[in-house]
């Protein structure tokens, strides 16, 4: 049995050609083309594909944008990024809405439809010139990221903070007094070199702390 594909790319002739090769392959079918991710959760669920092809540039919304609103109403459903440019941000912020993988447009039909069936079998695709650049990024970044030693009682409390809990409703959640959330909550100040739970909130969620 075929899997079903479906395809958002604002391009008409890329559209074309790429449901073409799908449909042409013993493995996979083309069930929807769109031009743009304006209605795509009624464009899934119509067409209740296997995979879906995004394309990073398009009008109104985004691949990047439309990839997270898969992730938001189909879960797991695979996504792969189909894009012209080897731009690192985009990169990385495709990967971070939860795209599966992430493939240049120039690549050759016998491994886009490999990589189809990499996806499909929960796997990651990513052109190679691309993965070199992913794995620069993250060694980079792990060997950036700081110990700000906190415990894991601190953590925990970091991560209410982060969730917007009051102090009182984190001496709740943690069996503790009012008090003793102070006292960890100025020492997590004192770590994190910082002095609101402003800066300690934005500082968790960039630096990754909780």
Known sequence: MAFRIIIFDDNQERLNSVAMLLNL????????????AKNLVNDISGSKPDLVLMDIEMPGINGIDATRL???HFGALPVLIQTNFEEDERIFDSLRAGANGYLLKKTSPERFLES???ALEGGAP??????????????????????YHLTEREKHI????????????????????YNTVNNHI??????LYVNS?????SLAIKERLV
């Open 25 to 36: 392959s013993a493995d996979f079918t083309c069930t929807g083309t769109f031009h743009n």
């Open 116 to 118: 189809l069936k990499e």
């Open 70 to 72: 898969v992730r938001k």
């Open 126 to 147: 990513i052109t190679g010139s691309i993965a070199a650049k992913v794995l620069r990024y993250f060694s980079a970044e792990n060997q950036e990221k700081k110990d």
């Open 158 to 177: 970091l991560g209410f903070l982060v969730k917007g809990y009051s102090y009182k409703l984190i001496a709740a959640e943690c069996g503790i007094s």
């Open 197 to 201: 739970a402003t800066e300690a909130v």
């Open 186 to 191: 100025r020492n997590i100040y004192d770590k």
